[in-house]
């Protein structure tokens, strides 16, 4: 049979590299014939064309014609576009023949009975003898792949089980792998793995080696094959407000109060499936926050069709929503670090499942919530307490990890006030001060470390009236701390001092600008080596500062547990009370008897009127 292929084979049909090419027969010169010495070596460079064409290179403008012949001009075209990591297993599924039949000739391809099932050509087959041309193999693996998911995995799935398969090398760092030295027949070629990047893999093809070009001028032993594959990857952003914010979008940087409960969004587009070699197998945030926060273990995920209501959370409008507790997450938590705590949210293998069937390309949303500490563990001032999250992901088909990062920051600040007295004769821990949000409406509460001046504001309770604000006292050398203070405008107001010393005449206003650090999540790019991956970007924006009745006010240096020293953490006001006016007292029988006498009244109402002044303020 092998002699009589070889004497009479005249003319070889090219069939597609990819199906979105569609081959047609192509007829070899009629004096050439196959050489069945001589053994064939294929080659396979692989590009990026998501990343050519945003760089407004396009396949039609490079060149390409799919003509098994090398391409140095496509070649030098796509250079910087090179993927490296990509498998593709082949296999030798069958002979070139020619048949003569009642003075009709045409090649023929006889092909395994497990493959005729997986193309749909059984009863073709039984009338054909199990032999096709390359039109209705190409129509086969046509209609075969239409079905993108279903019908690539069905391909993938028939090769991986033939034993006589094999793979070629992993592309190169030019995207080019090869395989030499292999007999003439009709080959199955499938891209079984794929790097992380890669979500849309070559459809499976045929190759009929030799081959001939398109002006069959020759038999073509050494074959190039130029598929491009589809890129594209997750994207990762970190968000967060405080939960009684009902006037701010979600943001990276936001200001807080300790007590304050803060709502966090892990926002992740999820990357393309198209078949079973670019399933995920990994898709895991682990998620850091610094020990001044406390999680709530609340993890809820949603998902969306569309960025805006993703980035919103709006959760009328997700398509999908697993609670907590659902079988498609895996969530977990670790506090032993000394530095910060951790959560670990994972897509469960029915999780993977589900994405892989329904829910790519979908934006998917980790939500949680976390409160501030009201002790000394959050950190006040520009350092800020960070939340850093790592998502790492990858295809089932390949070895590679893929990892991004995004972090959020809240800051938070406080007031240090020094009481003094003009004549240093003063009790500081008769003094009592109360503390309004003038931009919100309510009193600042607190809760005082043991009985010295060091308070934590307890956010998460306000006091709506002034006798439910919390009255802060200073410590015996007269310096009180506030700490926790979301940025906004105070009014600080003293409702008692020591006996003898005048009260303020009227509140003190602090206002407190945030700090605004600027952070851009890092992205790994599509195979262009003109770009490089990026880090997590942090820069410094606006610094914190303050302002006391107006006027520009030091912030003095806050050092945190670990020591790590924070700048503009606290405004700093020193307050100075002197005595009061004093009245003249009643005294014995003497020349001004008449006097008082005769400017009792005027006296009297004197007294009053500055009783009642007191009164007045301390009450306000």
């Known amino acids: 049979m092998r002699k ?127 032999k096709y041309t390359s039109s209705q193999l190409n129509q086969a693996l046509a209609d075969t792949s239409s079905d993108k998911v279903a019908g690539k995995n069905e391909l993938e799935n028939y090769i991986s089980g033939v ?50 070009d398109h002006h069959g001028d020759a038999w073509c032993y050494e074959i190039d094959v130029y598929p491009k594959n589809q890129t594209g990857n997750p994207e990762l952003d970190k968000l967060v407000k405080q939960r009684d914010d009902k006037t701010h979008p979600y943001e990276d940087v936001v200001t807080g109060s300790e007590g304050d409960i803060l709502d966090y969004l892990l926002v992740s587009r999820l990357p393309e499936v198209t078949s079973q070699a670019t399933y995920l197998s990994r898709y895991v945030f682990v998620d850091r926050i610094e020990k001044g926060l406390t999680y709530h273990q609340d993890v809820i995920v949603y998902f969306y069709d569309n960025e805006e209501d993703a980035r919103a959370n709006n959760r009328e409008k997700a398509v999908k929503t697993w609670g907590i507790g659902a079988k498609q997450i895996e969530v977990s938590y670790d506090d032993e670090n000394e530095q910060y705590n951790q959560m670990t ?126 009255v802060f006292v200073p410590d015996v050398d007269g310096v009180l701390l506030i700490n926790g203070l979301e940025a906004d405008c105070y009014a600080l107001m003293e409702i008692a001092t020591d006996d003898g010393y005048s009260l303020w005449k009227e509140p003190i206003l602090v206002e407190i600008q945030s700090t605004v650090d600027e952070i851009v999540p890092s992205k790994t790019t599509r195979y262009d080596s003109s770009k490089k991956d990026t880090e997590l970007i942090e820069s410094e924006g606006e610094r914190a500062n303050a302002f006391v009745d107006g006027e520009t006010t030091n912030m003095s240096l806050f050092e945190s547990v670990d020591g790590k020293n924070s700048a503009n953490a606290r405004v700093d006001i020193t307050v100075l009370n002197r ?29 009053v009127v500055t009783r009642k002044t007191r009164r007045h303020r301390k009450e306000d």
């Open 163 to 212: 034993e006589e398969k094999k793979a070629m090398p992993l592309t190169d760092e030019n995207g080019v792998t090869e395989a030499r030295d292999i007999a003439i027949g009709l080959y199955l070629v499938v891209e079984t793995k794929v790097p992380a990047n890669v979500h849309t893999t070559t459809d499976p093809f045929f190759v009929s080696v030799p081959m001939t």
């Open 4 to 130: 009589r292929i070889l004497r009479n084979l005249r003319i070889l049909a090219f069939v597609a590299f990819v199906a979105v090419l569609p081959a047609t027969d192509i007829m070899a010169a009629p004096e050439d014939t196959i050489d069945p010495t001589v053994r064939a070596n294929f080659t396979i460079h692989k590009y990026d064309i998501t990343a050519a064409q945003e760089a407004g290179i396009h396949g039609t403008t490079a060149g390409f014609v799919n003509n098994g012949k090398e391409d140095k001009k496509a070649e030098d075209i796509f250079k910087n576009y090179a993927i490296q990591g990509v498998e593709f297993t082949y296999v030798k599924i069958g002979n070139i023949n020619m048949e003569t039949e009642g003075g009709h000739v045409q090649i023929l391809y006889d092909i395994p009975a497990a493959l005729e099932e997986v193309l749909g050509l059984t009863d073709l087959g039984r009338e054909q003898k199990h």
């Open 345 to 470: 949210v994972a897509l469960s293998e029915e999780g993977l499942k589900e994405v892989a069937s329904e829910l790519f390309r979908h934006w998917m949303v980790v939500t949680y919530s976390c409160v501030m500490n009201s002790d000394i563990s959050p950190v006040l001032g520009d350092e800020g307490n960070v939340n850093d999250v790592e998502l790492t992901w990858k295809r089932t088909a390949s070895d590679s990890v893929d990892v991004l990062k995004d972090c959020a920051k809240v800051y938070t600040f406080g007031i240090k006030i020094q009481k003094k007295f003009a004549d240093a004769d003063g009790n500081a821990k008769n003094v009592q001060f109360v503390l309004k949000n003038k931009t919100d409406g309510y009193y600042v509460t607190a809760k005082q470390e043991g009985n010295s001046g060091v308070y934590y504001v307890t956010d998460g309770t306000k006091g709506r009236t002034k006798s439910e604000g919390t």
């Open 579 to 607: 005595k009061t006016f004093k009245l003249p007292q009643t005294g014995g029988y003497g020349p001004f008897v008449f006097t008082l006498t005769g400017c009792g009244v005027f006296l009297a109402g004197v007294v």
